[in-house]
């Protein structure tokens, strides 16, 4: 069975340090992994994506996520945060495997970046 | 660019209506997906449809049905509304048969049972 694990309910991080976001997943073929940001009373807005290829992976907004097949992990990061970044972010894994539709996403963490 | 639309992002109804909810997307795309989201919980995926009049259940379909008699339309019915319905309904849709592409969401509609 699928399924997604954010760790952290929180990230606190001062305007202009790194963040990073966690995620690990479970899945039984080929995961395609996903990072959606929410802003306030908005739906989700895809960020990146990793289905195969290099393990670091660009996305918008100055994001990027390394994918580590060995410890199942799909961190968000960015090199310096922006007050603006201040959101809610999920992961999320489809199985590749079966190309199936059923996406599992993971509960989602909100991060503060402070001024 | 992408665009799907809710027709209401807040909604007020009464214990025992019954509630539409409408999604329209303009990607011509066949997957159509309905999730609540809810605090600490995520996304749960309630029902999604891969073509027009197909649909199949995800994975809290109880106390709800969809409709889909438009590619471009998808629509959330809460047969007789209870307060725990009450939550925040996301539409989504994405391209046929491509697992690698990402979902695109509307902006949500907050729903409130009395």
């Known amino acids: 069975a699928q399924s997604v694990a954010q760790p952290e309910d929180q990230v606190n991080v001062a305007e202009g340090n790194p963040l990073t976001v966690k995620c690990t997943y479970s899945?039984?073929?080929?995961?395609?992994l996903f990072w959606y940001v929410q802003y306030p009373n908005r739906g989700l807005q895809f960020l990146l994506k990793y289905i195969t290829g290099d393990n670091l992976v660009k996305g918008s907004y100055g994001f990027e996520a390394e994918f580590n097949k060995s410890q199942t992990s799909f961190h968000l990061k960015k090199p310096s945060a922006l007050v603006s970044d201040s959101a809610l972010y999920f992961c999320?894994?489809?199985?590749?495997?079966?190309?199936?539709?059923?996406?599992?996403f993971g509960a989602g963490t909100r991060l503060f970046v402070k001024a | 660019d992408v665009k799907v639309t809710q027709s209401s992002r807040y909604l007020v109804k009464r214990t025992g209506e019954k509630v539409f909810l409408e999604c329209v997307q303009d990607m011509d795309h066949e997957n159509m997906f309905w999730y609540r989201q809810d605090p600490g919980l995520g996304l749960r995926l309630i029902y999604f449809s891969y073509d027009v009049k197909m649909k199949e259940k995800g994975d809290i379909p109880e106390g709800y049905s969809v409709s889909r008699e438009k590619k471009e339309r998808f629509s959330l019915i809460l047969e007789s509304a209870s307060t725990n319905q009450t939550s925040m309904y996301l539409c989504a849709s994405s391209s046929p048969d491509r697992a690698s592409q990402p979902q695109h969401f509307g902006d949500g509609t907050r729903l409130s049972i009395l």
């Open positions: 899945v039984s073929g080929n995961p395609y």
């Open positions: 999320a894994v489809r199985d590749g495997r079966t190309g199936g539709f059923k996406t599992i």
